[in-house]
T-cell receptor, first 116, second 112 residues
Framework: DAGITQSPRHKVTETGTPVTLRCHQT?????MYWYRQDPGHGLRLIHY???????DKGEVSDGYSVSRSKTEDFLLTLESATSSQTSVYFC???????????????FGPGTRLTVL | DQQVKQNSPSLSVQEGRISILNCDYT??????FLWYKKYPAEGPTFLIS?????DKNEDGRFTVFLNKSAKHLSLHIVPSQPGDSAVYFC???????????FGTGTRLKVLA
């Protein structure tokens, strides 16, 4: 199993408070991703990173920011949480240093976030 | 606009029979397709993949078929086992990109 951890695993917070989720990898993979999973929507990409300090938006980036100051850590921040951000958040990693021309993503265990 | 669609939210199959999960896509630039399996309270795990230069890829009980002209792929599980009960996601990506678009998932239940 890829070495990916997410913290916290569960969090309940109130509307308007800032929240930061952490993804930590021990695989030295270049790419890191944040997804949210919601019923009827599957997995939707929030932001991704293609290197330290290099990030880009995904399909549902509004209300979220990310930072990657080290290869191993990718942080997702909700500046002012809203109830619509109640979801399960998954971090994923992938790497380009393989012999294949595609690269599957390895997922972390998820963080269940509830915004009241 | 959903670029990757899994039109069946759920599927029930008897143990030992074939499970067929379907996935449709709209973007003809997609070159690589992945299937993931997800158990409750866990992250998705990679199952099998196929590139657009192939129309079939097998790995044990799992086979993925790709019909590029129809923009359709399917995952066959033979024989189905109770441990296969999970949510299955298909994902599609283009050449040279490290981003994938995921479908909404199909919940498979294999009945013992």
């Amino acid at each position: 199993d890829a070495g990916i951890t997410q913290s916290p695993r569960h969090k309940v917070t109130e509307t308007g408070t800032p929240v930061t989720l952490r993804c930590h990898q021990t695989e030295n993979h270049r790419y890191m991703y944040w997804y949210r999973q919601d019923p009827g929507h599957g997995l939707r990409l929030i932001h991704y990173s293609y290197g330290v300090k290099d990030t880009d938006k995904g399909e549902v980036s509004d209300g979220y920011s990310v930072s990657r100051s080290k290869t191993e850590d990718f942080l997702l921040t909700l500046e002012s949480a809203t109830s619509s951000q109640t979801s399960v958040y998954f971090c994923a990693i992938s790497d380009s240093r393989t012999s294949r021309s595609y690269n599957e993503q390895f997922f972390g265990p998820g963080t269940r976030l509830t915004v009241l | 606009d959903q670029q990757v669609k899994q039109n069946s939210p759920s599927l029930s199959v008897q143990e030992g029979r074939i499970s067929i999960l379907n996935c449709d896509y709209t973007n003809s630039m997609f070159d690589y397709f992945l299937w993931y399996k997800k158990y409750p309270a866990e992250g998705p795990t990679f199952l099998i993949s196929i590139s657009s230069i192939k129309d079939k890829n097998e790995d044990g009980r799992f086979t993925v078929f790709l019909n590029k002209s129809a923009k359709h792929l399917s995952l066959h599980i033979v024989p189905s086992q109770p441990g296969d009960s999970a949510v299955y996601f298909c994902a599609a990506g283009g050449s040279g990109t490290y981003k994938y678009i995921f479908g909404t998932g199909t919940r498979l239940k294999v009945l013992a």
